[in-house]
C-alpha cells in the first residue's frame, strides 16, 4: 500500500540555520510527491510539488528532490526565518489510488530569533 | 476565488448528539475530499467526491458517518451518535481533476469535541 514516513519532531532551530525534514515513502505506482505547510491558526498549503523522479520542487527558498532510487523527498532550506516556524507535512498521491492523498505524521518547526 | 470555506470553525457536542459540518469548495472544482486530522498526526483521508457521485470512502469511515454533496457544490458530513473518539479536526480539500498532478487545496477545518 501507500505510505509517507517523516522524520520526527519537534525540531528547533536558530534564524539562518541549515533545515533538514526527511520523508521517504512508499508506493505501489509512480506517485506524485508534495510538501504541505501549516501555520498556525491556518489550514494546510501547498509548499511545493514533484511529479516524476529527479524533478526538484522548490518555492520560497524550501527545496525538495524527488528520489526513486532511495524512495524519498526531502526538505532543505539554506537559511531558516522565524516565518518559517510552522508543521510541515510530506504526502504523495497516485493516480492507481484515484488521486487519494497520504500524508505523513508532520514535523513542527520552530524557528527562534 | 475565496478559497475552501469550512463551517463551524469549532463544535462542542455531548456524546451521543448527531453533527453536521459544512464544506463550500473552491468554485470550478470538481473534487472533494473530507480528511480528519488529530493531534499530532496527518490528515487521514475520509472520503471524495467528483462533482456529485462520491467515489470512495474509507474503511476508517463507520456507518456513523455520512457525507453528502446533493449539488456537486458544497458538501455536508453528518456524524450521528457522536463519541469522544470522533473528537479531531475536521479538514475539507478540493481541486480540479481535469489538470495533471492536481493539488488539494484545504480549508481551515472544523474542530470537533464530544464530551
Known amino acids: 500500500g501507500n505510505s509517507v514516513t517523516q522524520m520526527e519532531g519537534p525540531v528547533t532551530l536558530s534564524e539562518e540555520a541549515f533545515l533538514t525534514i526527511n520523508c521517504t515513502y512508499t508506493?505501489?505506482?509512480?506517485?506524485?510527491l508534495f510538501w504541505y505547510v501549516q501555520y498556525p491558526g491556518e489550514g494546510l498549503q501547498l509548499l511545493l510539488k514533484a511529479t516524476k523522479a529527479d524533478d526538484k520542487g522548490s518555492n520560497k527558498g524550501f527545496e525538495a528532490t524527488y528520489r526513486k532510487e532511495t524512495t524519498s523527498f526531502h526538505l532543505e532550506k539554506g537559511s531558516v526565518q522565524v516565518s518559517d516556524s510552522a508543521v510541515y507535512f510530506c504526502?504523495?498521491?497516485?493516480?492507481?489510488?484515484?488521486?487519494?492523498?497520504?500524508f505523513g505524521t508532520g514535523t513542527s518547526l520552530t524557528v527562534i530569533p | 476565488d475565496t478559497g475552501v470555506s469550512q463551517n463551524p470553525r469549532h463544535k462542542i457536542t455531548k456524546r451521543g448528539q448527531n453533527v453536521t459540518f459544512r464544506c463550500d469548495p473552491i468554485s470550478e472544482h470538481n473534487r472533494l475530499y473530507w480528511y480528519r486530522q488529530t493531534l499530532g498526526q496527518g490528515p487521514e483521508f475520509l472520503t471524495y467526491?467528483?462533482?456529485?457521485?462520491?467515489?470512495?470512502k474509507s474503511r476508517l469511515l463507520s456507518d456513523r458517518f455520512s457525507a453528502e454533496r446533493p449539488k456537486g457544490s458544497f458538501s455536508t458530513l453528518e456524524i450521528q451518535r457522536t463519541e469522544q473518539g470522533d473528537s479531531a479536526m475536521y479538514l475539507c480539500?478540493?481541486?480540479?481533476?481535469?489538470?495533471?498532478?492536481?493539488?488539494?487545496?484545504f480549508g481551515s477545518g472544523t474542530q470537533l469535541s464530544v464530551l
Open positions: 508506493a505501489t505506482g509512480y506517485p506524485s
Open positions: 467526491f467528483q462533482n456529485e457521485a462520491q467515489l470512495e
Open positions: 480539500a478540493s481541486s480540479f481533476s481535469g489538470r495533471l498532478n492536481e493539488k488539494l487545496f
Open positions: 504526502a504523495l498521491s497516485e493516480k492507481n489510488t484515484g488521486n487519494q492523498f497520504y
